[in-house]
């Protein structure tokens, strides 16, 4: 064959390449994945670009994960919830329980995440409402985004684990960017799920609904104990938890 022959017919073959940002790769090759910027990955096994999640390089150097020979992200599992720290942060006056999940409803929105939000709070005054109660359902919480491969990246198993430590931080916000720092997180619960009862007086802003200085509310630490880090100042700020029911 003319070599300036072969030439054409290999481009045509792959327009994969950065001029482009075409990502169809030849017939019997890694369609989306490439070897490199200009050459088509070959091969459909799991070792090259199959259905096995191998990892693959597209054009322009993101590492995306490998779905039916076409890179992508995963998809959550059916029936998956999802689970997020707000970007915003608030003092403790939320307006409440109620206000509480408002504000997680509008974050959601924000992020275009659909369904039914509340946030990880507990009341300790008075009538004593555990945050493990208000949440509804049996997940499995995944984070909102996925990881630099594109798996999603689970959180909780189901309900129960919810009185256990997060599988991993809970460090996404609603639109699925990873935290640059840490964030303290108003919750007012125990590990257990419970409201707090780290002391004989207050632990959730006058049931979250005082901000001023002088009383408190418990947090959490996105890279530390994720629900019962310490008490803060309700005049303080701090993100929420917010889980898809």
Same mark, same amino acid.
């Given at each position: 064959m003319n070599r300036a022959l072969l030439v054409v017919f290999l481009i045509a073959a792959s327009s994969c390449g950065p001029a482009t940002q075409q990502y169809v790769c030849g017939p019997n090759n890694c369609t989306g994945c490439c070897a490199s910027a200009e050459i088509c990955d070959t091969g459909t096994t799991d070792f090259r670009c199959g259905k096995g999640g191998a990892s693959c390089n597209v054009c322009g150097g993101s590492a995306p994960l490998c779905v039916d020979q076409a890179c992508g992200v995963e998809? *959550?599992?059916a =029936?998956?919830? *999802? %689970?997020f720290v707000t970007r915003t942060t608030y003092s403790g006056n939320l307006g409440g329980l109620t206000g509480a999940d408002g504000l997680c &409803? +509008?974050? +959601? =929105? +924000? @992020?275009?995440?659909?369904?039914?939000w509340r946030a990880w709070l507990s009341n300790t005054v008075g009538t004593r409402v555990n945050a493990f109660d208000r949440i509804q359902g049996d997940g499995p919480w995944y984070l909102t985004g996925t990881d630099t491969s594109g798996r999603r990246i689970k959180a909780f198993n189901n309900k129960a684990s919810l009185?256990?430590?997060p599988l991993a931080p809970i460090d996404r916000n609603e639109l699925g960017v990873k935290l640059t720092n840490g964030q303290? %997180?108003?919750t007012g619960t125990e590990p257990t799920g419970n409201a707090s009862t780290v002391s004989a007086y207050d632990n959730s802003c006058a049931n979250w609904t005082e901000g001023a200085f002088g009383n !408190? @509310? #418990?947090? @959490? #630490?996105? $890279? =530390? !104990?994720?629900?019962? !880090?310490? @008490? /803060? #100042?309700? &005049?303080? %700020?701090?993100?929420? $938890?917010?889980? /898809? /029911?």
């Open positions: 998809a *959550l599992p =029936g998956a919830k *999802l %689970v &409803a +509008a974050a +959601a =929105g +924000a @992020g275009s995440l659909s369904g039914t009185r256990t430590a303290f %997180v108003w !408190q @509310g #418990d947090i @959490g #630490d996105v $890279y =530390g !104990q994720w629900t019962n !880090q310490r @008490g /803060q #100042d309700c &005049a303080s %700020v701090a993100a929420l $938890y917010c889980f /898809q /029911q």
